[in-house]
C-alpha cells in the first residue's frame, strides 16, 4: 500500500447547544484556550482583528465579514 494514497478522516460530535458552540468560537476567552494563544478582540461583523499562535511565532489580521 502506498501512504500517499491513503484518506485519513477525522469526525467529532460536540454534546452542547448550537449557542454555547457559538460562543466558543466569537469570544477570545474561550477559542485561546483550544485554538489559538492570543487575539485582539470579540469576534464581530466589521471588525478587524489579530489572532495569535506564540507557540509558532505567527499572526495575522482577519476581518469578520458576517
Given at each position: 500500500?502506498n501512504?500517499?494514497?491513503?484518506i ?5 460530535q460536540?454534546h452542547r447547544p448550537?449557542?454555547?458552540c ?8 474561550v477559542?485561546?484556550?483550544?485554538w489559538?494563544?492570543k487575539?485582539?478582540?470579540r ?6 482583528v489579530r489572532?495569535d499562535w506564540e507557540?509558532f511565532g505567527?499572526?495575522?489580521?482577519l476581518?469578520?465579514?458576517?
Amino acid at each position: 500500500m502506498n501512504p500517499s494514497n491513503l484518506i485519513i478522516k477525522s469526525q467529532m460530535q460536540i454534546h452542547r447547544p448550537v449557542a454555547e458552540c457559538f460562543e466558543a468560537f466569537v469570544n477570545p476567552e474561550v477559542t485561546t484556550k483550544f485554538w489559538f494563544t492570543k487575539s485582539s478582540g470579540r469576534l464581530e461583523e466589521g471588525k478587524k482583528v489579530r489572532w495569535d499562535w506564540e507557540m509558532f511565532g505567527v499572526g495575522d489580521f482577519l476581518t469578520v465579514t458576517e
